[in-house]
């Protein structure tokens, strides 16, 4: 048994460390061992650079929240495998089961969609394996005999989002708006080829011929939000209030209490504020389910708990029914696992202002994550998950 | 009046003009209302088109995928003014661009269909091709005939601008309708005997297989609205009666024949033509109009115009003038 005071002495130092070194913002670090029984986290850093460094009222606390990027897909299914849970929707829904109108030769006619997707799983949309690109461009597939499929126009929010002038920008900020741009999102995905990964740029995902980018993610919860009418931000509130029973401190909109997203400035050798991200839309982002959820450091361990077997978790959802087709390095999951480290899942997030790393050892009963709202010069977040494996590996040494 | 568009079963745009100059009553400018939840709701408030001063109101119409929006206006030169507004557009600031030489009376009509398709060039940027968009164009000249333009690169450019459809002269601006494929392209307009009276080609206006020939025994005081399926089989014609109501005809089988032809929708009463778009299937149909109140009103059918859950209601409470 280590000793947990120098532990979390040793962890609030490293954290701080690598933070200073580097000169981000913040950065947090969350350690859980012994099958969820132990956890640890330790934050550090003001919440924005352009604001006092020392003020009280600027410094990064337990309780703010940090964005986690693509880990947001996985976290995503997770609240989707809640969603299955109460039999609203199953892993191997099609894509044509809840869109019926796919299957009317005029309908693909008028929006010019194909059949490729059709029978497209639920599971698939949460893997890398359902073959929809999003927005992925890889130069060496372009000319790669497998071929990259052709591109989305308009297939961000971002879009929206550095047009912050937009004299439209008000009809964009409600639920009804979001059901329209998932769905919009879903027919404009229906159109393309299949993703066929085969060049040296292919993500590690070997595992499966058809591939593809993780925004897959937004059509699943399309279609959860076709299935039951609701904005998908209403389902994960649903969720979060009636399934959860405790208080997740995971989140989508903006950056609560004057949290920002920061960028590197190369010019200065300094971050700052990265306000293409800073700004009301994200409130209303249609494509949060892959890359806009935030995490405090309990809500990252509980996210990690969830995903621990020993644990409990039948009257929430079914971690087998979840961990296998959304996690499984067979299935292409999201969150896989190759044997590098011998963790069964693991995935990274980055955004233009944001970055997040997270290992969970199912069969250790552990897990570790690291994040930080701010992104470039040096990925803080992944040097931080390196230390995080050494306090696990010398815990009771120390 | 009003023009109006449908996407993907959810999303509204509905176009009317307002006064530039209120004084003369020649200049308009475009404004934009929308809703994302199938006309249920509509957004706070209209959005002005800061570019393009208009004679008349604008026809409407966008690629089934909901990428692109098309809007055609009549300038003070009388000829028609064509915009293209790519998603996410700013409406404030349009691009209009003339077609051909044509000068016309009234508004025009327009109908489209097929969607864009994109490649990468690099990293950051793609190409995409409007080749094999088809929008058509149709206006009242000043003989009285209904014209036509037709492009088929999403407006770019028109290689065709502008031809008569047959001998048919009309006292009012003309509707068009086409099917997603563009083989069905259907023309209507308010004929002398004030009846509604229509065109149609089965192969994309290559040739009209007739025009014209009236729509039953219904007369009108307006021109007329349309709109019809993806697969051109649903047609649905409106236009205003006597009575200052909105009737409307449909033929359920394409071409062949018109099933009902002609019964009022609710007991509201307008000033100005009615507009109406209808969902891939027909299922869903919405019409609007600038009501006595000089305010505009919506109906809304979700089961094929049989029933109407919506008759009437107002989007918004901006008033327009009728043009």
Known sequence: ?398 | MTSSVFSLERRIDVFAVSDFLPTNLTSFRAERLVSYNNGDSWSANWITSENGIFQSSLAASATGDGLDTFLVGRRNDDKFYFARLPEYYEFRNLNWNVIGKGVFDGKPAMCSYGNTTSEWLNRNNISTTYQGVRVMVFGKGRDKKYWWASSVNGGASWHMAWSPIGNGVFTSSPAAACSANGNLVAVFGKGNDDRIWWAYSTNGANTWDMAWAPIGKGVFTSAPAAACSADGKRIYVFGRGKDNRYWWAYATNGVQQWDMAWTPIGEGVFTSMPSANCSWDGRIIHVFGLGKDRRIWQARSNDFGASWDIAWRKIHSKKFTNI
């Open chain 1, 1 to 398: 048994m280590g000793n947990l005071v120098k532990i979390q002495s040793l962890l609030n130092d490293k954290v701080k460390n690598i933070c200073t070194q580097h000169g981000a913002p913040n950065l947090a670090g969350v350690i859980v061992r012994d099958n969820g029984n132990t956890v640890m986290h330790s934050v550090y850093g003001i919440r924005d650079v352009s604001k006092s460094k020392t003020a009280a009222s600027n410094q990064m606390k337990k309780t703010d929240y940090f964005n986690i990027g693509s880990i947001t897909k996985p976290v995503s299914g997770f609240f989707m495998a809640c969603l299955i849970k109460k039999g609203i929707l199953s892993w191997n829904t099609t894509i044509e089961e809840i869109f019926p109108e796919c299957r009317s030769r005029s309908f693909r006619d008028s929006n010019g969609i194909n059949e490729n997707f059709l029978k497209t799983k639920m599971y698939e949309l949460f893997s890398h394996v359902s073959g929809i690109t999003g927005t992925y461009f890889h130069s060496a597939a372009k000319d790669d005999s497998n071929g990259d499929t052709d591109p989305l126009r308009y297939p961000h929010d971002h879009i929206v989002m550095y047009d912050v002038n937009n004299s439209r920008k008000p009809e964009w900020q409600n639920y009804e708006a979001m059901k329209y741009l998932r769905y919009w999102y879903t027919i404009l995905c229906l159109k393309k080829r299949k993703y066929q990964f085969g060049s040296n740029q292919d993500m590690g995902y070997k595992n499966k011929h058809v591939s593809g980018y993780g925004a897959g993610a937004v059509v699943a919860t399309a279609m959860a939000e076709r299935k039951t009418g609701k904005a998908w931000e209403q389902l994960l509130d649903e969720i979060k209030t009636n399934t959860l029973g405790t208080a997740l401190a995971i989140k989508y909109g903006g950056l609560p209490a004057g949290a920002k997203f920061h960028k590197y400035d190369a010019g200065s050798g300094k971050y700052i504020l990265n306000d293409d991200i800073n700004n009301s839309l994200l409130n209303y982002s249609s494509k949060f389910p892959v890359g806009g959820m935030h995490a405090t450091v309990s809500g990252m361990a509980q996210y990690i708990r969830y995903n621990l077997p020993a644990i409990n978790h039948a009257a929430i959802f079914d971690i087998n029914a979840y961990h296998t087709p959304v996690t499984d390095v067979t299935q292409g999951g999201l969150a896989i696992g190759n044997g590098m480290y011998g963790h069964h899942l693991w995935h990274t997030g980055a955004t233009g202002g944001s970055m997040a790393a997270m290992r969970i050892y199912t069969n250790q009963g552990r897990g570790i994550a690291a994040m930080s709202n701010c992104n470039g010069d040096k990925n803080v977040a992944g040097l931080l998950l390196e230390e995080l494996e050494k306090i696990h590996r010398d815990w009771e040494l120390i």
